[in-house]
């Protein structure tokens, strides 16, 4: 009796386990949409998630709502420029120093610009939004003609460059021209940049900086580019002053 139990129980599991790992359903394809959660989610709060979060979100608000500096403007990502497209590369030329470094240029991803800054006070919390990932601060060495075939391939996703760069597209999106501090690039020269790791890895298109040379990395929670950033931020206001950028004409695209 024992074995015919065994037996059945055997067979019954090896059943179960074949209609378990056989779906009758196919799939027949796939839609997406975008859902816009703004204030209409709002209007009748639930009062018991929302006396369960107050705590926490206290605490964040602490974090995130001390002022760290002043704007000048509205600034936001442009494209070819923007005032916050600008600014942020010349940050990291300003950061530069801490690590005794004097990059002839510096280079911030479009899409590493996540938010805009408000006109008026910069909170630590408007920093993390503008920048709101683990990128750190690097420098390397590229050869002249490794550079022109950088600012080249900036056609394809959009690139941000520091105060002094001059880069000029013809109609068809070619490089044209291309000068650093009103020199020409000198394809035979030697030219130090600044940017964040995920750019200096190659990524968005600009594999070009997969040939550096002289690569510094830093890896500290300090070196984080939001990081340096607010210290920017703070350290105009110690002095003071607001934060502010122009545009300069740092690409150009022609039209004929």
Same mark, same amino acid.
């Given at each position: 009796?024992?074995?015919?139990?065994?037996?059945?129980?055997?067979?019954?599991?090896?059943?179960?386990?074949?209609?378990?790992?056989?779906?009758?359903?196919?799939?027949? /394809?796939?839609?997406? #949409?975008?859902?816009?959660?703004?204030?209409?989610?709002?209007?009748?709060?639930?009062?018991?998630?929302?006396?369960?979060?107050?705590?926490?979100?206290?605490? $964040?608000?602490?974090?995130?709502?001390? $002022?760290?500096?002043?704007?000048?403007?509205?600034?936001?990502?442009?494209?070819?420029?923007?005032?916050?497209?600008?600014?942020?590369?010349?940050?990291? $030329?300003?950061?530069?120093?801490?690590?005794?470094?004097?990059?002839?240029?510096?280079?911030?991803?479009?899409?590493?610009?996540?938010?805009?800054?408000?006109? /008026?006070?910069?909170?630590? /919390?408007?920093?993390?939004?503008?920048?709101?990932?683990?990128?750190?601060?690097?420098? /390397?060495?590229?050869?002249?003609?490794?550079?022109?075939?950088?600012?080249?391939?900036?056609?394809?996703?959009?690139?941000?460059?520091?105060?002094?760069?001059?880069?000029?597209?013809?109609?068809?999106?070619?490089?044209?021209?291309?000068?650093?501090?009103?020199?020409?690039?000198?394809?035979?020269?030697?030219?130090?940049? $600044?940017?964040?790791?995920?750019?200096?890895?190659?990524?968005?298109?600009?594999?070009?900086?997969?040939?550096?040379?002289?690569?510094?990395?830093?890896? #500290?929670?300090?070196?984080?580019?939001?990081?340096?950033?607010?210290?920017?931020?703070?350290?105009?206001?110690?002095?003071?002053?607001?934060?502010?950028?122009?545009?300069?004409?740092?690409?150009?695209?022609?039209?004929?």
């Amino acid at each position: 009796m024992k074995t015919k139990n065994l037996f059945f129980f055997g067979c019954a599991a090896i059943l179960l386990l074949t209609v378990s790992c056989h779906s009758h359903y196919q799939l027949t /394809g796939v839609q997406r #949409t975008r859902m816009l959660v703004d204030s209409r989610y709002d209007q009748q709060p639930d009062q018991q998630a929302a006396a369960y979060i107050m705590p926490f979100k206290l605490h $964040v608000d602490s974090m995130m709502n001390p $002022v760290v500096g002043r704007t000048a403007r509205y600034m936001e990502r442009g494209t070819p420029e923007g005032l916050l497209s600008n600014l942020l590369p010349d940050i990291l $030329v300003w950061g530069s120093q801490r690590y005794g470094e004097t990059p002839d240029f510096a280079v911030y991803n479009n899409g590493g610009i996540r938010a805009a800054l408000p006109a /008026g006070d910069i909170t630590l /919390g408007d920093i993390l939004d503008v920048a709101p990932f683990e990128n750190k601060i690097c420098f /390397g060495t590229l050869s002249g003609k490794d550079v022109l075939e950088l600012f080249q391939q900036f056609t394809i996703i959009g690139a941000h460059v520091s105060h002094g760069v001059c880069i000029v597209y013809d109609k068809d999106l070619k490089l044209r021209e291309a000068t650093i501090n009103g020199k020409p690039v000198d394809p035979e020269g030697s030219y130090r940049f $600044v940017t964040i790791d995920y750019v200096a890895q190659g990524n968005d298109g600009m594999t070009a900086f997969k040939k550096k040379t002289d690569f510094k990395p830093h890896n #500290t929670a300090a070196d984080n580019s939001r990081d340096i950033i607010t210290d920017y931020f703070r350290d105009k206001m110690a002095k003071g002053e607001t934060v502010d950028a122009e545009i300069e004409g740092r690409i150009q695209f022609e039209s004929e």
